[in-house]
């Protein structure tokens, strides 16, 4: 039988998303009239939009629609790094409204390359072991972002989930040579 591919290129795989693109952030709401949003960031990188000019806007049914970003402000808040972008295609507050809560992605070679310039990037602590007074409390499933600060979704040793806000009340330190967190004050959001 006879070789269709031969003297023809390779099929060409596609990439999954996630090997194609990284979460930078969501979008938290509009402000001003002229279709400017204010992009809460998951990565700690006040150059984050410095060398990106066009990122991916996840829409109501999961595709990554190009956007292209016009002009950026910087706004360090209670350490937290947020983004007031204004994108070509939004042009006012209506317009701006309906991007709520959507997530921002970008080329994931982009922010490879800033975040290795940057300094440390961002500690993805899923799976991390979650410890109080030296006893193991349970394992991170996933980090949550809210616009006041992430929240650790904790699968207990009972396998009850707890939802545990990242500040200092609840949070004393990150190890992540030995991927633990480190809190306290766990009895106050529930039973352990």
Do not use: W
């Not at 039988?1 to 999954?16: C, D, H, Q, V």
């Not at 006040?46 to 990554?64: M, Q």
């Amino acid at each position: 039988m006879p070789n269709i591919f031969a003297g023809r290129a390779k099929p060409i795989m596609l990439e999954s998303i996630e090997n194609q693109y990284h979460k930078i952030g969501y979008i938290a709401r509009s402000h001003g009239v002229q279709g400017e949003v204010l992009i809460i960031s998951e990565l700690d990188a006040p150059t984050l939009f410095d060398s990106l000019d066009l990122v991916r806007i996840e829409n109501a049914r999961g595709d990554l629609v190009p956007a292209r970003v016009e002009s950026v402000r910087v706004q360090e808040k209670h350490n937290r790094l947020s983004f007031f972008v204004k994108f070509e295609h939004v042009t006012d507050r209506t317009q701006a409204d309906r991007l709520k809560q959507y997530a921002v992605f970008a080329d994931r070679d982009e922010v490879d390359h800033l975040l290795d310039h940057d300094g440390d990037g961002p500690v993805d602590m899923t799976s991390f072991e979650v410890r109080m007074n030296g006893s193991r409390i349970g394992t991170v499933e996933e980090v949550l972002h809210n616009p006041a600060h992430p929240i650790l979704q904790i699968s207990t040793r009972n396998r009850e989930q707890l939802l545990v806000p990242f500040v200092d009340e609840y949070v004393k330190g990150v190890n992540e040579e030995h991927r633990q967190i480190l809190c306290r004050n766990l009895e106050q959001l529930g039973k352990l």
